[in-house]
């Protein structure tokens, strides 16, 4: 097994898994049930972190196919390209699922305006996924297209995925000197601002200053964490798209794997009602301790690959 | 003075930290530095925002239960930063964007030690989180950080020997 079945097994998730959670999340919302809707916001926050795995290592499957004769080039952009918009929105909607489950303590439920921001999110990015899959399908899939596309003694070698390394999308920032550090400066803040509510959270559910803080008192950094998860996430982005061929290999790969792992990890601290037992002076469930202890190691292995990128990854 | 520096940046260990393929190599401590600073900046940007009005909610007691990990953090970074300086000392010590990274550090430790004297000094700590000096050393405190990530980050892109894309 290599890098494409990983891509082909897990892009079936965003499509299908998408699909149903706004099947479910409908079903909610006409019947006016929370737990369909919460059932539905999780399956919306996993499979947006899921798919960050499905995206990346789509760069490794077009690596791959460099070398496969009668790939046409543009079959593999349109795909790309298509599948870098569903991306992003898919990741608004996920941002947008979060929020309604962390607010869902405050507020009781799911806020009208952002139930509505959910639903156009997810109706624009199950459309979207869809359209993705597609052209990815098309990529190598003769039997949906018309007799003689694919003929490949009619392909300019030109054409060949990957003849074309300059894109529109890395040029911006070759071409702006200042595009490069900033993202880098940012991608480092949002670190700083994810650790610090993973640090303060996991360290007091171990014990840290238990005297003085309850879980709902450190519940309130929960979002500091997620817009530091969401910068580092956007800025990533721009690294990744800006120069794809820094980002393939094992230990990229790895990253990102611990990167969804973490956002499940995070997801539990929104969920696990057994954590609102935690009051000062308390000690927490063992469970939630061996959930904080495994935050702290997964985020610490996610600067490891990081950082290590270009001594045993592909980074320079 | 360039004589001294060549001597460090030649120096055995510095040898050593740029050819091994050891976890204590060049990147093994970039790594402890970045950790080192995640865990720094962390818990004084948690703290300082509480400070401004983020997460009211979380009572400033606990800060100084967080201090000794915070003060671990540092170590780490001040010896990994160390280190990493030994093997380039013939540019970094030179680079004036190297003494404003140092500053933005001084200060924002000294920031945080007069956060602390004022939190300890008050009656209660909630209340002395409202009182205008309180809020103003945490802004400086923020932007001491962020001073140092920028001047840090920098470092590998301006100044002789910078290693550009």
């Not at chain 1, 004769?69 to 593999?76: I, L, M, S, Y």
Request: net charge neutral.
């Amino acid at each position: 097994m290599n890098y494409i079945h990983l891509h082909l097994l897990l892009n079936h998730f965003p499509t299908v898994g998408f699909g149903l959670g706004l099947a479910l999340f409908v079903a909610g919302l006409s019947q006016r049930s929370a737990d369909l809707k919460r059932a539905s916001l999780v399956i919306f926050v996993l499979l947006a972190a899921l798919t960050i795995l499905t995206f990346v290592t789509g760069n490794d499957a077009q690596a791959a196919l460099r070398e496969t004769p009668g790939v046409p080039a543009p079959a593999v952009d349109a795909h790309e390209t298509a599948a870098l918009l569903a991306f992003v929105v898919m990741q608004v909607t996920g941002v947008f699922s979060w929020l309604g489950l962390w607010t869902w303590r405050r507020a009781g439920g799911l806020v009208r305006w952002n139930a509505a921001a959910i639903l156009i999110g997810a109706v624009a990015t199950t459309g979207l996924m869809a359209g993705a899959a597609n052209l990815g399908g098309q990529i190598r899939h003769p039997e949906i297209q018309g007799a003689g596309v694919h003929d490949a003694a009619a392909i300019d070698p030109a054409q060949v995925a990957g003849a074309t390394p300059q894109r529109s999308r890395g040029r911006y920032v070759e071409e702006h000197s200042w595009v490069w550090p900033t993202c880098e400066v940012l991608h480092y803040v949002g670190l700083c601002l994810l650790c610090a509510a993973v640090i303060i959270i996991d360290l007091r559910i171990l014990g840290v200053g238990k005297q003085v803080l309850s879980f709902g008192a450190v519940y309130q950094l929960l979002p500091l964490g997620e817009i530091g998860f969401v910068l580092n996430l956007a800025t990533g982005l721009v690294f990744f798209t800006a120069t794809p061929q820094q980002y393939t290999g094992v230990l990229f790969v790895l990253k990102m794997l611990l990167v969804v792992l973490g956002a499940a990890n995070l997801l539990y601290f929104v969920l696990a009602d057994e954590l609102w037992t935690i009051d000062e002076g308390h000690d927490a469930p063992i469970r939630a301790k061996m959930v904080a202890g495994t935050g702290l190691a997964i985020w610490v292995a996610v600067v490891f690959c990081g950082r290590m990128l270009p001594a045993l990854g592909n980074a320079f | 003075m360039t004589n001294l520096l060549l001597r460090i940046e030649h120096s055995g260990l510095a040898e050593w930290i740029r050819s091994t393929d050891s976890i204590f190599g060049y990147y093994g401590l970039l790594t402890m530095h970045t950790i080192g600073m995640a865990i720094v900046v962390g818990i004084s940007a948690g703290f300082d925002l509480r400070i401004l009005g983020f997460a009211p909610g979380l009572p400033l007691a606990a800060m100084e239960k967080f201090l000794p990990f915070l003060w671990t953090g540092f170590a780490i970074n001040a010896i990994s930063g160390t280190l990493l300086l030994a093997t380039d000392a013939t540019h970094k010590l030179v680079n004036p964007d190297f003494y404003v990274k140092m500053v933005c550090i001084a200060l924002g430790l000294g920031a945080l030690q007069l956060l602390m004297r004022d939190l300890g000094r008050a009656a209660s700590v909630d209340t002395a989180a409202r009182s205008t000096n309180t809020k103003v050393m945490a802004a400086v405190s923020l932007a001491c950080w962020l001073g140092a990530i920028v001047a840090g980050r920098l470092l590998a892109y301006v100044g002789a020997g910078s290693d550009v894309r």
